[in-house]
T-cell receptor, first 115, second 116 residues
Framework: DVKVTQSSRYLVKRTGEKVFLECVQDMDHENMFWYRQDPGLGLRLIYFSYDVKMKEKGDIPEGYSVSREKKERFSLILESASTNQTSMYLC??????????????FGDGTRLSIL | AQKITQTQPGMFVQEKEAVTLDCTYDTSDQSYGLFWYKQPSSGEMIFLIYQGSYDEQNATEGRYSLNFQKARKSANLVISASQLGDSAMYFCAMREGTGGGNKLTFGTGTQLKVEL
């Protein structure tokens, strides 16, 4: 089974802090994704990566950056955390291919609170 | 315009009955894929079923089936014989043919509650 592991289930940080959310997958997937989930808004894509050191902006990249130095690890960085970044963050990975029927596999999520 | 629309914020169903969760989509691509995910209260996202735009038959996976009506751009999830464990949030998502990386666009979800 694919395993996507997020480093924390719950995290509390203060405004202005630099926050790192880590995600590791064990299935050698090329593609990795970061989403945030807010009530009534569903999942919104922040950034994704289809290869090591490659990244592309999703729908809501403002205030975030990412790092992918190794294939299995994809990190989300909040450069200067703000209260409007309080949310559930979900990491996912998938097999490559533009027309793939392979689903994205998700981690358990990190519930981040910015005080 | 929303690419994925789920018009039912909440649904109730009696145990052992069937329930249909609605999903409509908007795309100009000929090649695309539709996914349904389940998210229990514990938070993990569980993949349920996939339908490709060129698939001639509706997808089925156990008690889950996808009622795919291409001309109407709808991909409704049907859960037969509902169980208490089906209570969860359900998301419809679409992969469009253009662009790389298998990006998905998600709907806002439907909260399903199964009652005794």
């Amino acid at each position: 089974d694919v395993k996507v592991t997020q480093s924390s289930r719950y995290l509390v940080k203060r405004t202005g802090e630099k926050v790192f959310l880590e995600c590791v997958q064990d299935m050698d997937h090329e593609n990795m994704f970061w989403y945030r989930q807010d009530p009534g808004l569903g999942l919104r894509l922040i950034y994704f990566s289809y290869d090591v050191k490659m990244k592309e902006k999703g729908d809501i990249p403002e205030g975030y950056s990412v790092s992918r130095e190794k294939k299995e690890r994809f990190s989300l960085i909040l450069e200067s955390a703000s209260t409007n970044q309080t949310s559930m963050y979900l990491c996912a990975s998938s097999s490559p291919g533009h027309y793939s029927n392979q689903p994205q596999h998700f981690g358990d999520g990190t519930r981040l609170s910015i005080l | 315009a929303q690419k994925i629309t789920q018009t039912q914020p909440g649904m109730f169903v009696q145990e052992k009955e069937a329930v249909t969760l609605d999903c409509t989509y908007d795309t100009s691509d000929q090649s695309y894929g539709l996914f349904w995910y389940k998210q229990p209260s514990s938070g993990e996202m569980i993949f349920l079923i996939y339908q490709g735009s060129y698939d001639e038959q509706n997808a089925t996976e156990g008690r889950y089936s996808l009622n795919f009506q291409k001309a109407r751009k709808s991909a409704n999830l049907v859960i037969s014989a509902s169980q208490l464990g089906d209570s969860a949030m359900y998301f419809c998502a679409m992969r469009e043919g253009t662009g790389g990386g298998n990006k998905l666009t998600f709907g806002t979800g439907t909260q399903l509650k199964v009652e005794l």
